[in-house]
């Protein structure tokens, strides 16, 4: 098929509502068709006009977050979708629909506007098949290099035998003169190296004990999480994966992207009540994982095995109690539902509640002793303040958010900026550091862990008083869902890393064309080069820290 009959089976009129005149005009010829999702204006482009238009965008229209980058096959062509919003507003969206033919998929790259496109449109090569333009480094990321075909593609052969050799790491950087003076060494870390925090394997040369280029190798534990939850059904069988992409923070932050998306894009409602219990399991979700993230960090760093590490492993069991007490399940809870939740507070309520609240009692005593152990020591303070720094310009490029985002000062958070669930009812701040260090991401979720224990605080009152007769849990909804075909959404929550976000296509049946998973990790983890460079060896292990990875998440 050529361009020119691609393009045109992919443009479907140029009618736009009043508030999307302006960017229709803004971008004037490059428009070739709309293509609206249900949440944001969707543009149709020429392959070769992506940078001019994500240009655009990004400097007079302010789209300044590349949030998703989702690549599919139709039967007649190929399609990449980049999702912009504003870090400033994320309820501002748009998307720019990228269609390229069967027989020569090949668009151009947008990773000299935005650099976290590098990584994602490498995972859309590597899996889509669509190839990129002037990309600084197009080669597989999830998949070996020796891999045949590309899984998501629909000519793709699932039976076809896979020969993975073994090959020796070259140096990245072979040939090249860093100093005159100075020679380079080439370093593996990981992928089985307690400081890498997973799967990861991180190729480092190095000046010495000076860190000259770092490239993160990931692929390591790829489950074909999208690929499963496409095979699945959107009413039952999907909701229990969300669990295992990010299975530190507790997967109930993870259940409620997944749920976000399907709900808006079959347009089920959640009842108040039933948003008062999502949001409190999700705050305990986050407490789960900001505690483990303390503790490994202080094992990072000090080595202090004996009291920090011990100790976040103790509050993290407290919350973990209660996330059990409440879904029946300490890891893999599975407790949300379309249109709500599992069941009710366990029996007796007023028990329960007043457990919660002990818990959450003895957390300013805790904090307290972070800070003597972690904040305040010195040893810790010279390991992290003024290391791994990332500016915020940088977070932005790079499509950072959560605590990496916040600790550069980006004062970003959905649960405020495109409220859902019961956040916007309730007092609580978005906690921000303004130096970008190692130290400040520590920081940030510190403070982070006080501010859920007052969301989740709240909460209880609420619940505690609710009337007996309108705890409604679920709303009603059908057996078998079968959104509209062709319909398109993007949605995203607060998870404990950053934006966790959705993509789904429908197309009429009662599993999704395509499910994409926006991972937070995945971008973050793809800022650790800005981290490390010009930093000492020790710095850069405090830099894979500091970003709070899970490798399941990063690779799906």
């Known amino acids: 098929m050529s361009l020119d009959s ?57 789209f300044d977050h590349c949030s998703c980058v989702t690549a599919q096959q139709y039967p007649d062509r190929f399609e990449t979708i ?28 947008a990773a000299p506007v935005f650099e976290t496109a590098d990584w994602h449109e490498r995972e859309a090569y590597d899996l889509v098949g669509i190839e990129y333009e002037d990309h600084p480094d197009l080669r597989r990321i999830l998949l070996p290099e020796t891999w045949q075909g590309h899984p998501l593609g629909l000519a793709y052969d699932q039976e076809q035998p896979q020969v993975v050799t073994l090959s020796e ?34 190729k480092a040369v190095l000046d010495g004990e000076t860190v000259v280029d770092v490239d993160p190798d990931i692929g390591y534990i790829h489950r074909c999480e999208e690929q499963m939850c496409q095979g699945s059904t959107y009413r039952h069988q999907i909701m229990p994966y969300p669990d295992r992409w990010d299975w530190v923070s507790s997967g109930l932050l993870n259940e409620w992207a997944y749920a976000r998306a399907a709900e808006d894009l079959a347009d089920i409602e959640v009842p108040a009540y039933a948003q008062v219990v999502r949001t409190m399991g999700a705050e305990l979700s986050r407490l789960a994982s900001h505690f483990i993230a303390v503790g490994t ?36 809870f599975n407790y949300f539902r379309l249109g709500g939740v599992a069941w009710d507070l366990p029996e007796p309520r007023e028990e329960f509640v007043a457990g919660v609240r002990d818990v959450l009692e003895s ?37 950072c958010t959560g605590p990496v985002a916040r600790g550069s000062g980006i004062d970003y958070d959905l ?14 701040d978005v906690v921000t550091e303004p130096d970008g260090d190692n130290f400040a991401r520590l ?52 998870g404990a890393k950053g934006e966790l976000g959705i993509y789904i296509r429908s197309d009429g049946t009662d599993t999704p064309a395509r499910f994409k998973i926006r991972s937070p990790c995945f971008s973050n983890l793809s800022a650790l080069p800005e981290l490390a460079r010009g930093e000492y ?3 850069l292990i405090a830099a894979i820290g500091s970003l709070d990875c899970i490798m399941g998440e990063v690779d799906r």
């Open 363 to 399: 957390f300013p005593a805790k904090i307290d002793e972070y800070h003597d152990l972690l904040v305040t020591n010195e040893i810790f303070q010279r390991r992290c303040v003024d290391t791994g720094v990332l500016a915020p310009d940088a977070a932005k490029r790079y499509g």
């Open 297 to 332: 960090y202080a094992l990072d760093i000090v080595g202090e095995f004996c009291a920090a590490f011990q100790y976040a492993i103790r509050d993290r069991e407290l919350v973990l109690d209660v996330l059990e007490e409440l879904t029946g399940q300490r890891m893999m």
């Open 169 to 202: 790491h070259a140096n990245p950087i072979a040939g090249d003169e860093h100093d005159a003076a100075s020679e380079t060494m080439f370093l593996n870390i990981g992928p089985h190296h307690p400081s890498t925090h997973g799967v990861l394997h991180v």
């Open 443 to 494: 920081l940030v979720r510190l403070r982070e862990v006080e501010e859920s224990a007052k969301i989740i605080d709240q909460c209880l009152d609420l619940l505690a008083e609710w009337p007996d007769d309108d705890r409604a849990i679920q709303s009603n909804v059908p057996r078998t869902l079968k959104p509209e075909a062709d319909a398109e959404i993007y949605r995203a929550v607060e």
């Open 82 to 109: 980049y999702h912009l919003t504003a870090y400033d507003d994320p309820t501002r969206e748009v998307s720019i629909v990228v269609p390229t033919p069967i027989d020569d998929p090949v668009s151009e790259s």
């Open 415 to 428: 649960r405020r900026d495109d409220p859902y669930g019961y956040y916007e009812n309730l007092e609580w």
């Open 537 to 539: 060896v020790a710095d």
């Open 6 to 62: 691609t393009l045109e089976s992919r443009a479907t009129g140029t009618v736009s509502s009043a508030g999307e005149i302006d960017l229709e005009s803004l971008l004037g010829d490059a428009v070739l068709g709309r293509d609206d999702h249900e949440n944001a204006p969707a543009f149709v482009i020429r392959p070769d006009e992506v940078r001019d238009v994500l240009t655009t965008l990004r400097d007079e229209a302010e």
